[in-house]
């Protein structure tokens, strides 16, 4: 099994930045692939940015790039994202996700990944 527990959530206004962070603690041969995905208010689970845990290889949504970046620390099996330039429209629910890479999914796909956390909450004001 794998457990994953976010952290770094918060209140912030437009324009400002925030860093999530992920802790994963199991089998590690279940976390190859680690990602970020929100759901916003009314809103489906949509993929915010993945990262390939062997060589940091990384995909971003279309969203935040250029925003957003996404590293880990593998010595801490900890995965972080960095969010600045922060949008209304980043606010969301924020969860990590993990998984072997098995499933043949696209990377944003959350249907590629089987161990989820419970989320941090991001809500940006205007």
């Known amino acids: 099994q794998v457990q994953l527990v976010e952290s770094g959530g918060g209140s912030v206004q437009a324009g400002g930045s925030l860093r999530l962070s992920c802790a994963a603690s199991g089998y590690k041969g279940r976390t190859n692939y680690m990602g970020w995905f929100r759901q916003g208010p009314g809103k489906e689970r949509e993929g915010v940015a993945t990262?390939?845990?062997?060589?940091?290889?990384?995909v971003y949504a279309d969203s935040v790039k250029g925003r957003f970046t996404i590293s880990q620390d593998s010595a801490k099996n900890t995965v972080y994202l960095q969010m600045n330039s922060l949008k209304p429209e980043d606010t969301a629910m924020y969860f990590c996700a993990a998984d072997d890479g098995s499933r043949f999914y696209p990377p944003l796909n959350a249907g590629g990944y089987r161990y989820w956390g419970q989320g941090t909450q991001v809500t940006v004001s205007s």
């Open positions: 990262i390939y845990t062997k060589t940091g290889s990384t």
